[in-house]
């Protein structure tokens, strides 16, 4: 009879050496480390108009971190964000390279590859962060933003936000159809109709 081979449990001082000498970017969590694949070019398209866009409208007022900058959650899941963004003052771990332990809004662009995990489990995640309040998941194949609030009473409010919306945060407002600034949209399928 043979036996499941056992996975390799990895600790954080292990992880965090292996990512500084990498070229690529890892999550690690409870043992396990998992490779974030790359990205289409309409993804790093979005990032850079919501960079920018943030940058624009915050005039700084909060920082603006792209995807490169991890972050630290209470579990003990190292992740990265498409872009997160502090305002006040940023709180980082002691590792190196640094986490950041404090972001208030994250972004996320949505992938086929990667959407079930960035509303399902990573969502969840990021909910255990006291510091975040705002999640908004931006649509690749369509103009479409999803801006979720988190209330006073700790559930979150979600929003639809289409061409000719106004993307609304605490410190700032971006338009939505700045977000798609020279990205291509497929084309819609024919119709069909139902009988």
Known sequence: ??????????????????????????????????EITGASPEHNLIVGNLIQSLKNALRGKCQVYPSDQRLLLPGGLYTYADVSLVCGTSEFNDDNPRAIRNPEAIFEVLSSSTESYDRGEKFANYRTLS??????????????????????DGSWLMRDLRAGHILHLPCGEIAVDDLYFEVEMPLPGPHVRSA
């Open 131 to 152: 510091s975040h309040k705002d999640y908004v998941l931006v649509n690749q194949s369509k103009v479409l933003v999803e801006h979720f609030t988190r209330q006073p």
């Open 1 to 34: 009879m043979s036996t499941a081979a056992e996975k390799k449990r990895w600790t954080v001082a292990q992880y965090l050496e292996m990512e500084a000498h990498s070229l690529d970017k890892h999550e690690f969590f409870d043992g396990e480390i998992f």
